[in-house]
């Protein structure tokens, strides 16, 4: 697999719709910092195209108010609600230690005691309780869930693109294997 560049987008907020009549526009961070959200320079669309340059922003009650440079009425930001707005990874600051970015999780090789990969990270999912690595267990019917803890995660390599997880089986259930002969993925 090929390493995966800076240039790629993240998203990084959503779009809520118009704030009253006067171009302004709602926006919610993802960000850890909120407001760090708009030191990234231009918001993109999901195809990195510029969406939305912040003039200047206001704190709301669950989100900020922008002032945007973009022209648009009220009618056209409503429309666009809902609408994820997105930044290249190179603009993100650099994780520190011990943090990460889920997006660099995403791809990376599951080992669980040897030295071939026993499944791949599918992404990183929080239902409420904290974060959980969805692993695809090579030869699994479908994915597991592992808690992202220090305890059940005691290595993430990211220059290495690995994880291990001491022992993979505490997460799986029996039946979860694929049918012999059955090769899809």
Do not use: C
């Not at 709602?26 to 990195?48: H, I, M, N, Q, W």
């Not at 669980?112 to 267990?137: C, K, M, T, W, Y």
Request: aromatic letters at 8%; proline letters at 7%; zero cysteines.
């Amino acid at each position: 697999m090929a390493a995966k560049t800076d240039d790629r987008l993240i998203a990084v907020g959503v779009l809520k719709g118009a704030h009253g009549v006067r171009g302004e526009v709602r926006v919610k961070s993802y960000t850890a910092d909120p407001e760090a959200l708009f030191t990234y320079g231009p918001l993109l669309d999901e195809a990195g195209s510029v969406l939305l340059t912040p003039k200047s922003a206001r704190p709301g009650k669950d989100h900020f108010i922008v002032r945007p440079k973009e022209s648009l009425q009220k009618e056209e930001w409503d429309a666009l609600r809902g609408k994820l707005i997105y930044v290249p990874r190179a603009r993100l600051p650099a994780a520190q230690e011990d943090e990460f970015y889920i997006e660099d999780l995403a791809g990376l090789d599951v080992y669980s005691g040897g030295d071939s990969p026993a499944g791949r990270v599918h992404s990183v999912q929080n239902f409420g309780s904290g974060d959980l690595l969805e692993i695809e267990v090579r030869g699994a019917a479908s994915t597991i869930f592992v808690p992202f803890t220090l305890a059940d995660v005691p290595v993430v390599d990211i220059a290495a693109r690995r994880v291990v997880i001491p022992d993979l089986s505490l997460w799986s259930d029996p039946g979860n294997e694929k049918p012999a002969g059955d090769t899809g993925q």
